[in-house]
């Protein structure tokens, strides 16, 4: 679940990317015939292009680590994204959500440390006393 969540967090961060790309065009289209929310859109765009690369980043960190920190990363990027982001972005991030939920269920539980020392060195019996 862990490399699944991560996968499906890359993705997202990558069509969030692209979908911030075109908040900013649309953003720019609107400054230069004077509309009033022009400058609106341009800052939702760097919103989205910010925490869509925050994303990617945790994603790809997800895939190789096995903790937890990565999940809980792209849940709260995924988060800001959806309110910062703009309305493109925020589609995306609800997918990038889910895959930050699955690396967080999916990243392996710690192991006390007495147990750890026991599964790193069993007490092993030699043969004649079986």
């Known amino acids: 679940m862990r490399i699944g969540g991560g996968i499906i967090g890359l993705i997202a961060g990558i069509f969030g990317f692209i979908a911030a790309i075109a908040t900013l065009f649309i953003g720019g289209v609107t400054a230069a015939f004077e509309a009033p929310d022009g400058g609106l859109f341009i800052a939702l765009g760097w919103g989205g292009v910010l925490f869509s690369s925050l994303i990617i980043i945790f994603s790809s960190?997800?895939?190789?680590?096995?903790?937890?920190?990565?999940?809980?990363?792209?849940?709260?990027?995924?988060?800001?994204?959806?309110?910062?982001?703009?309305?493109?972005?925020?589609?995306?991030?609800?997918?990038?959500?889910?895959?930050?939920?699955?690396?967080?269920?999916?990243?392996?539980?710690?192991?006390?440390?007495?147990?750890?020392?026991?599964?790193?060195?069993?007490?092993?019996?030699?043969?004649?006393?079986?």
Request: aromatic letters at 8%; charged letters at 15%; proline letters at 7%.
């Open 61 to 130: 960190v997800a895939i190789g680590l096995k903790k937890r920190w990565p999940g809980i990363a792209m849940a709260l990027s995924s988060l800001f994204g959806a309110v910062f982001g703009g309305p493109f972005v925020a589609i995306l991030m609800v997918l990038s959500l889910i895959g930050g939920v699955l690396v967080f269920f999916g990243a392996p539980k710690r192991v006390s440390s007495d147990v750890a020392s026991d599964l790193e060195s069993p007490q092993s019996t030699p043969a004649n006393e079986l």
